[in-house]
T-cell receptor
């Protein structure tokens, strides 16, 4: 069974500082990987996705993530955070089998931005 | 373009009552997913449909939960009878055909069972 681990429940970063959110996955084949962001009272918004090819993927809002097969990781990064980045971030893995499939989510990382 | 639309946004009811949550997927999307989010368990897939047909309902917690998709533009998730432990945020998501298509989420229904 596939699984996703986000080891950091909370992370506090100063505005303007760099950010890295960790994500480790367990999946038997090549996974489809996603990062979503959730603001309070809102649904999940897709930040970026990885299916194949270049292991460094760019997303919206200045985020990027790097797929490392050897480490089973898909960490999210941003060079300089803004106060508006404060939110809950979810890493998810999807099946690479035929057709769509439900996503398996990590427990999320709550990002706090200090002024 | 309209996103995934869920109603109601908030629902408060007493235990034992029937609860119906509604979802309108993005037009043209033929996959529809229902998820539940709680503090303890995070986001869990309950059930998903393809072309209005339930494909995997292994995440539905028990027989009190049922989901239907009578047509391509409407789905319901029903809880009968409801219990306090069903309190959660329920999300609906849709995606186009294809394993590489990301899912688009609605804003969720916050359900509180007293």
């Amino acid at each position: 069974a596939q699984s996703v681990t986000q080891p950091d429940i909370h992370i506090t970063v100063s505005e303007g500082a760099s950010l890295e959110l960790r994500c480790n996955y367990s999946y038997g084949a090549t996974p489809y990987l996603f990062w979503y962001v959730q603001s309070p009272g809102q649904g999940l918004q897709l930040l970026l996705k990885y299916f194949s090819g270049d292991t460094l993927v760019q997303g919206i809002k200045g985020f990027e993530a790097e797929f490392k097969r050897s480490q089973s990781s898909f960490n999210l990064r941003k060079p300089s955070v803004h106060w508006s980045d404060a939110a809950e971030y979810f890493c998810a893995v999807g099946s690479s089998g035929g057709g769509a499939d439900g996503l398996t989510f990590g427990k999320g990382t709550h990002l706090i931005i200090q002024p | 373009d309209a996103g995934v639309i869920q109603s109601p946004r908030h629902e408060v009811t007493e235990m034992g009552q029937e609860v119906t949550l509604r979802c309108k997927p993005i037009s043209g999307h033929d996959y529809l997913f229902w998820y539940r989010q709680t503090m303890m368990r995070g986001l869990e897939l309950l059930i998903y449909f393809n072309n209005n047909v339930p494909i995997d309902d292994s995440g539905m917690p028990e027989d009190r939960f049922s989901a239907k998709m009578p047509n391509a533009s409407f789905s319901t998730l029903k809880i009968q009878p409801s219990e306090p432990r069903d309190s959660a945020v329920y999300f609906c998501a849709s995606s186009p055909t294809g394993a590489k298509q990301p899912q688009h989420f609605g804003d969720g229904t916050r359900l509180s069972i007293l």
